[in-house]
């Protein structure tokens, strides 16, 4: 996704819905709940491979996961419609940075992940989110078949499997419990 001159940019709240009649909208934060309005006086509006939409931000608050905000020019329910459904972005380089250690998850997307002894397992397609440790889903190098279908790799995204991520150097390296690759046939 990329905002204005090709900046990227990423999802920090998303499904806007009304909240009333003066144009107010709220949306979810995404699930690592970071207020990240809070530095920012600007916000981009839409979804992936779309066009986004620039919007001064008036006035936010947020509680329990979600935002609740005013857009300057959203004054009506029927303009604050037209926003409804979508998802509010940011400039990577407006993002609040994390404390050490943590990462966002565009930042791991795409990573190569290999064990310790130098065992390539796949690429980061995604996190998912489990209510307690996120795992890290992982597109094997190697076809991977269960049961008849392909399948991901999942492996939890914690320090004593994870071992090294080094976003720079493009890999995460694991050390995954005894077992555990061998549950994917590895």
């Known amino acids: 996704m990329s905002g204005p001159a090709g900046e990227k940019a990423v999802t920090v709240a998303t ?8 144009g107010r909208l709220t949306a979810r934060l995404v699930p690592q709940g970071i207020d990240q309005l809070g530095q920012t006086p600007s916000v981009l509006v839409g979804h992936a491979g779309s066009p986004l939409e620039a919007f001064e931000v008036e006035e936010y608050t ?3 996961g979600k935002v609740v905000l005013k ?5 009506t329910a029927d303009r604050a419609g037209e926003l409804v459904g979508k998802d509010i972005l940011l400039p990577c380089n407006r993002l609040v940075d994390l404390p050490e250690g943590t990462y966002y998850i565009f930042e791991l997307v795409g990573l190569t992940v ?22 890290l889903a992982i ?5 991977l078949w269960m049961g008849g279908e392909e399948r991901e790799i999942l492996l939890p995204v914690a320090r004593s499997i994870c071992r ?16 555990l690759l061998e549950l994917y046939g590895l």
Not at 71 to 75: K, N
């Open 62 to 64: 947020v509680y329990s």
């Open 139 to 143: 597109v094997p190098h190697e076809t």
């Open 71 to 75: 857009l300057r020019g959203v004054d």
């Open 15 to 22: 499904g806007l819905r009304l909240r009333g009649a003066g």
């Open 114 to 135: 290999e064990t310790a002894a130098g065992r390539r397992l796949g690429t980061v397609k995604n996190i998912v989110e489990t209510g307690g440790t996120p795992l």
């Open 164 to 179: 090294t991520i080094d976003a720079r150097a493009g890999r995460i390296i694991v050390e995954p419990p005894e077992g």
